[in-house]
């Protein structure tokens, strides 16, 4: 749509369809109440005066224009003109600099005060303000009663009482009460916006026979984005008659910018055009408009109404003023207090929280144990997604469903940029796949915990069904066509309309917000000190094994010599003790034989676990059945001595490995499941679990042998750690498991075991790490 310039409000030669369309900070009039003059800023000529200008001073626009406003206020008060506008602040910033009378029956200004009586109708209140390089004076009829009451009392009363509230709904009620009492007028209402620039009233105070707003809801469209802009700007608008005929600017335009005169800051700024229509669909007559503010961000305003017409003059709107700057300096304050006993409830949580993450080098076990993560906001499940896995607590999605809400949450940059967190109380909205999950993740409040998005917690809440009560239906909006086209119209019932809302959840407080974000700093700090120790301490464990594993292998060959010297001449006296020795002297001889064959498995076992970890990988694509040929073969004799049925479920899948490496790891499981079995039908079933999305694949042995119980889970992978005596099940050296999982490891995979004792035991083994999900 292509908006005319100059627009004006009282000619309507635009069609509005969109409520954010009508240039309300250009509308070309005033309101009739009062005049303005435009003046060139370098020697005070009027450049445009609005159209009634003989209404108030007595002179016609065409006999100002181009005239010296020294013509029009007399020299004493054009004196005080310009030395106030080079002396105090008005840039964007009207100030009232003097009140004047005037009688429009005078022919000359300058000595109207002589020539007749002063108009009845009160003194004129000078209100200057520089903008685009231009004065704007607005002199308006202040209609003041002679009684006027102490405006410094009342508002240091309503200070006081303001500085006394509990709670963000009892700073506002109080505010609504006092400006009702200060102002006089029929209804003052606190009016809040949300974050889609709807809004509901907050609090309000009412003249008993009127019916009560409070509550209601009232869509963005009803105070659409350019209002809002201004009322970030300004803290005050008077309307004094929404039924009252505008008054144009002669000329439109600058005449020597060309430009319409930008009216932001104007008291007497023409009212917009679905503004007044508004208004006089609810019945309201005049209204006083005040912003809230929490810092440079329109947090709300005071909308007061009147049934009749009503001017504010400047006190009024000056004490106005001052108690919604005090309410908007409280505002935080009152959040704050409001919700402080909450705060400290989630501060008390975080300090624990970090401590017990600090003490345990962790933060993986947070989800355990009180309080946990899941206390540290107020929400109905958790989930933690660190060191590649998921622990959740309380009610969340499905691991698969948070797998997808953290891929999608990694496409935005929410978690990329300070304060690195994401906050929605409608996920359903932002991300329509999460619609189905709206029972446990309506809102979510996620917090990246490392960069790259390798660590997450993720709170959730639960949908909440709500009635929003809306002043009228907010999709009613009416067309009227007129002259220049259809153009959109303010809605024009008001009654209670009620709306179910779906998939929201209850919103996240600021101090939820604020505890999240201290958390997320808190816990990195200690997992990038973590991962700094860890760093520092592997590198040791690496110099650590590789001195160890040269003392195993040097300590494996040294002992060996003299060992073979012993069983050596331990045999030569054993063949002469054969006749003529007493039995004591040769049944030592063959425990030290014995003890000899023992050291010597020992130190072949030691030899062998240290040259798995000095030696590399030698990676290959290898046919799994083949492995396990290989292996059975390798334990033939032992197979034929044992019985055992060797069973294979289904072909193995082609493994990326090293082939002696794991074909030993095959050795040694299928050998203990053959050991540890007393069954007369015995059996090893050797099979593999296919892979998923988060881990890799998974093979298997499985026997139906003696079992192992669940608190030696652990320890057998240990290095020469037996479950049982020496001469029990053949003995052995205890190495076999050790050098299994030193395998496994090297490959990146691990090894875990699920047993019950008596009925057999089950090892797992992958040969690739974990997905990272």
Known sequence: MTIPEPYSIKRGTISLMSCDAEPVHTPGCIQSHGVLLVLRRGDLTILQVSENSADHLGKAPDALLGRSIAEVLGGEHDTALARFVEQEPVEKNPLHVF????????????????????????????????????????????????????????????????????SLRDLCQIAAEDLWKLTGIDRVMIYRFHPDHSGEVFAEAKRADLAPFFGLHYPADDIPGPAREIFRKTWVRPLADARGAPSELVPLANPDSGKPLEMTYCALRGASVMYTEYLENIGVAASLTLSIRRGDQLWGLVACHH????????????????????????????????????????????????????TEGSIAPLLQGTPSLADAVGSDGTALFHERTWSTVGRTP??????????????????????????????????????????????LLAASLAHGGRSFILWFRAETLRMVNW???????????????????????????????????????????????????????????????????????????????????????????????????????????AEGTDEESKERLSSVLRLTVRMDS??????????????????????????????LDLLGGR???????????????????????????????????????????????????????????????????????????????????????????????????????????????????????????????????ESTA
Not at 418 to 428: A, F, I, Q, R
Not at 602 to 630: C, K, M, P, W
């Open 471 to 577: 002043a009228g239906d907010p999709g009613d909006k009416p067309v009227r066509h007129g002259p220049h086209g259809p153009r959109l119209t303010p809605r024009r019932s008001f009654e209670l309309w009620q709306e179910s809302v779906r998939g929201h959840a209850v919103p996240w407080s600021p101090a939820d917000i604020e505890a999240a974000g201290l958390l997320r700093v808190a816990l990195m700090e200690l997992v990038v000190s973590h991962a700094e120790r860890l760093a520092a301490l592997n590198q040791e464990l690496q110099r650590s094994n590789e001195e160890l594993d040269a003392f195993a292998y040097v300590a494996s060959h040294d002992l060996k010599e003299p060992l073979r010297g012993i069983h050596k001449y331990a045999t030569h006296l054993a063949e002469r003790a």
């Open 307 to 358: 049934e009749q017409p009503f001017q504010a003059d400047f006190q009024v709107r000056a004490a106005c003023e001052l108690l919604a700057q005090v309410v908007s300096l409280q505002l935080v304050a009152a959040e704050q207090r409001e919700q402080l006993e909450y705060r400290l409830a989630l501060a008390d949580v975080q300090r624990k929280l970090v401590e017990r993450a600090a």
């Open 602 to 631: 020992l130190i072949n076992a030691l030899l062998l676990f240290s040259r798995v970890g000095r030696t590399g990988l030698r990676l290959e694509r290898v046919d799994g059945n083949e492995l396990v040929a290989e292996a």
């Open 99 to 166: 009140s004047i009378e005037f009688s429009i029956d005078a022919t000359d200004a300058v000595d109207a005060q002589a020539a007749a009586p002063p108009d009845p109708r009160g003194p004129l209140d000078a209100l200057v303000h520089t903008i685009d390089g231009v004065i704007v004076l607005e002199l308006e009829r202040t209609g003041r009663a002679q009684n006027r009451p102490d405006y410094y009392a009342l508002v240091r009363k309503t200070v006081t009482r303001l500085q006394t509230a509990q």
């Open 639 to 769: 197979r034929e001595e044992t019985r055992i049925e060797i069973r294979i479920p289904r072909p193995l899948p082609t493994l990326l490995c090293d082939r002696v490496r794991v074909r030993e790891v095959l050795v040694n499981l299928i050998s203990n499941a053959m050991k540890y079995n007393q069954r007369e039908a015995r059996w090893v079933e050797i099979g593999w679990r296919e892979p998923t999305s988060a881990t890799p694949l998974a093979l298997y042995v499985r026997d139906n042998g003696i079992g192992i119980k669940p608190r030696y889970f652990d320890q057998i992978f240990k290095i020469f750690k037996r479950l049982h005596g020496r001469d029990e099940f053949t003995g052995g050296t205890g190495a076999g498991l050790a050098i299994v999982k030193k395998v496994v490891d090297l490959h990146g995979g691990r090894i875990w075991i699920d047993s019950v004792m008596g009925e057999g035991s089950t090892f797992f083994f992958t040969l690739a790490p």
């Open 398 to 443: 499905a691991q698969a469903d948070l797998d997808a809400l953290v891929a999608w949450l990694r496409t935005r940059g929410e978690l990329d940029r300070p304060p690195h967190l994401y906050v929605t109380d409608h996920l359903g909205e932002a991300h329509p796949p999460a619609q189905a999950l709206r029972d446990t993740a309506s809102g």
